[in-house]
């Protein structure tokens, strides 16, 4: 019987020690961010990025722009994710392509597809390209030196509040520092 007990004991002694080392890794280790070499690291959800005219900072996954007039909204700015890593502009280093949301204080809930360059620093954001307004978003994949961004949209004739339940699959290749839209890979 005492001998019983005392492999209780070491199975919940080892099961707590398993758990707290899968807690400290997962918390403190899986956190986007990507080396970049030289011993800089990326980090998707501290960067600058364009979307449309605007420069927009992200510290810790967010954006708050408070609006200058009371005519004007407040803008929020979210890492979203679905992040993927590649050398997408073939420097030899590794960038992150990722999605983010931007509420602007209407209804929408707008999407985009952004690149963090790998430049042996912090990396440079590049500009962002609109994806959809309250999409799905599903994956994102690195092929053939091009990224694939695949999301749920609704279909023309549907009104936002509908469901995306359409597949969509978008071309995307780094040209320089710059993000564009293709036809495919």
Not at 99 to 128: H, M, P, R, W
Not at 134 to 161: H, L
């Amino acid at each position: 019987m005492k001998k019983i007990i005392i492999g209780i004991i070491f199975v919940v002694i080892v099961s707590v020690i398993a758990i707290y080392a899968l807690g400290v890794y997962k918390f403190d280790f899986m956190d986007n961010k990507v080396s970049s070499g030289n011993g800089a690291v990326l980090d998707p959800k501290n960067g600058t990025y364009q979307i449309e005219e605007n420069a927009v900072t992200l510290k810790d996954g967010i954006s708050e722009q408070v609006p200058t007039s009371e005519s004007e909204s407040r803008t929020t700015t979210e890492y979203f994710g679905n992040d993927i890593t590649g050398d997408f502009n073939n420097d030899d280093k590794d960038d992150v392509a990722f999605i983010l949301t931007q509420e602007t204080g209407g209804s929408g809930l707008f999407v985009y597809v952004v690149v963090l360059l790998g430049d042996g620093k912090s990396g440079t954001g590049t500009n962002a390209i609109y994806l959809g307004d309250r999409i799905a978003p599903q994956t994102t994949e690195f092929r053939d030196g091009g990224i694939i961004v695949n999301y749920a949209d609704r279909k023309s004739d549907e009104p936002f509040s509908a469901v995306p339940s359409v597949g969509v699959s978008k071309y995307f290749k780094v040209v320089g520092s710059e993000l564009l839209e293709i036809v495919n890979l």
